[in-house]
């Protein structure tokens, strides 16, 4: 059984499951946690309440880094000061397709909750719908997100500028964010489709953490500050800039998220982000996009012939070996429910707990 | 002076300008000599007008492998028999933001020009729209469409699967097809930011050429039957796949790409098109998704404002040397449209002739 006591951890009863170093505990336990710390630090229930989904759902699928450990993260941007702990979003109905939801400079999971709800609305009239969420600082993954939306049979992408790190192809100057683009499809019977990925060739802490242990770079994730390739990772950090996934295409598509969830929405493009945050390393604060497609309204009469379609495709992927991108986080998610507890490294809860203090 | 008759061409007042070889022509002369050869093949003039376009539009922007020389693999198309000559597109009313467009087996072009006008009129009204092309004959860039959208102030993506030639990450048989995307924003007095590019590493003629040259393949385009890395052209096209830009983020597009333009719009996969075409060698049969997005609409009342911040992300690209997407296009557009006249290879020209005959 998992611990059902915080701070005194009994760990005897699955001691062989439990990696050592690593303490035991239930979602809800997962949950309670990031929800006292982040009331500890100011922050209102309802922010609290959906930001602790999110992180439950990080650790329930072994995303570590967007589980327990954004608690730390996102007390510091409480701690910054800038992020309004009580803020309400504000929903604007936009027009038949699209609804804009003003986050009043609260951090964005409570904007999403309540915006999505307008956007399934929209959606189930229209056949196609968008959400445009302003003012937010950000810090999750898109995929929660993703599948809240999918969970009601919709398909859905979205996407976020971040801070302006990465240089565009044949440039040696950061302009774009690590730019996320998340998309879902809904499957009967099965986990959805889902894919959430960074348009930088990888994610800004990878590179610290090749920083840190003196490791020289793969090549293609970055360059110096005359646009050649580097593999020094404090010159790509400090002097350079990362570069996109993909070459000139990824740049294409990451300059396109800054479009869509930047511009078209009336919020910051990366770089604007990065110069408000001015060193202060909180949350980036920008805007996001998200569109969602009923496919009610486009299958001309086959509903579930065509549904059999994206299975067959599913199955010519996964029949030659090859994985679906959320695989692997499935598996997890079933292994946590199955388990009823998911291990979280003491070092990290004690990190956690002492924000308690 | 450009040559005004085809037949005797008079290069006497710009030989200096023409490169050896080539043979100058107006673009009325392209576009009345694609006319020509297609309606000579029994197509429709509507079909062939609109086909014509988008060929005039290739050679003007110095997109040869879009321009004259798909006289020829259109002629194919029809000689294959396939695809209706006289099709009249079916444009069917799906709900406030959707329209879709039975092609009934024509090339796509007419079906696109008729559903366009409906979802410009849908956008207007609703924030954001899509178009679903169904049942057509496909081979032209997606560039002329996203061009013909955004040049009424909306920004629009678009998508197709193609034939199933490309296999997904940790794969070695194909399931999608080069899938393009392409993606336009409007800028005033500029031209638009516009990328159209294949999700594949790369077009499968370019290792065509490779094959025929003997040459070996970077590394990145291919894997052999086993899945394996290879360098051999013969051994990527003839018992491997081809492989997406990106890795296993390519291969994540390329899929949400597959499932928009294919089952949800109730059209096939690129592996049900390539099965259709049964070796036949003809334009793939498919749909297309088009997405277009009003700014208008999304702007919280700093419309001008927006659009500067997207012309600073533009400036912010090219003012470090870096090139946006379109800009060789652009800049070759310029250039024939001052010149007066394009440069097709004579023996190009001489081909497209004999299918006069």
């Known amino acids: 059984m998992p611990n059902s006591n915080l701070n005194q951890p009994d760990q005897s009863a699955q001691a062989s499951a439990v990696k050592p170093g690593h303490i035991a505990l239930t979602l809800d336990e997962v949950h309670q946690l990031a929800y006292r710390v982040l009331t500890h630090h100011g922050l209102s229930a309802e922010h609290a309440q959906a930001i602790a989904r999110v992180i439950t759902a990080g650790e329930r699928d072994e995303c570590h880094s967007h589980g327990m450990y954004r608690v730390l993260s996102c007390t510091r941007t409480l701690q910054h000061g800038a992020v309004a ?24 999971q409570l904007a999403f909750e309540v915006g999505s709800k307008v956007l399934l609305e929209k959606v189930r009239k229209t056949g196609i719908a968008a959400l445009a969420i302003n003012n937010c600082y950000h810090f999750s993954a898109l995929w929660p997100e993703i599948e809240a939306l999918v969970e009601h049979g919709v398909a859905a992408l979205a996407m976020t500028p971040s801070h302006a790190w990465v240089a565009p192809a044949g440039g040696s100057r950061p302009v774009f964010g690590t730019n996320p683009i998340a998309f879902g499809w809904p499957r009967a019977g099965a ?3 889902v894919f959430d990925f960074a348009t930088s060739a990888v994610a800004r802490g990878e590179i610290e953490l090749y920083r840190r242990s003196g490791r020289t770079l793969p090549k293609g994730w970055g360059v110096d500050a005359k646009g050649s390739p580097s593999i020094d990772a404090a010159t790509v950090l400090d002097q350079g800039a990362m570069l996109t996934f993909g070459g000139y295409k990824g740049s294409a598509l990451s300059t396109m998220i800054e479009l869509l969830a930047g511009p078209l929405i009336g919020d910051m493009t990366s770089a604007e982000s ?6 202060a390393g909180a949350s980036p604060r920008h805007g996001e996009i998200v569109i969602a497609l009923d496919p009610r309204f486009f299958s001309a009469g086959n509903f579930i012939e065509d549904r059999q379609r994206a299975e067959k495709l599913f199955e010519s992927i996964t029949g030659q070996g090859a994985r679906l991108p959320s695989q692997r986080r499935f598996a997890a998610r079933s292994r946590s429910l199955a388990n009823g507890y998911v291990q979280i490294p003491e070092a990290l809860l004690r990190d956690v707990q002492q924000l308690l203090g």
Chains 1, 2 share one sequence.
Do not use: C, E, H, W
């Open 274 to 279: 990065l110069r408000i945050d001015d060193g």
């Open 191 to 193: 986990q959805p489709y």
């Open 85 to 108: 702990r009580d803020a309400i979003p504000v929903v604007s109905d936009r027009g038949p397709g699209v609804v804009a939801v003003d986050a009043q400079f609260g951090f964005s």
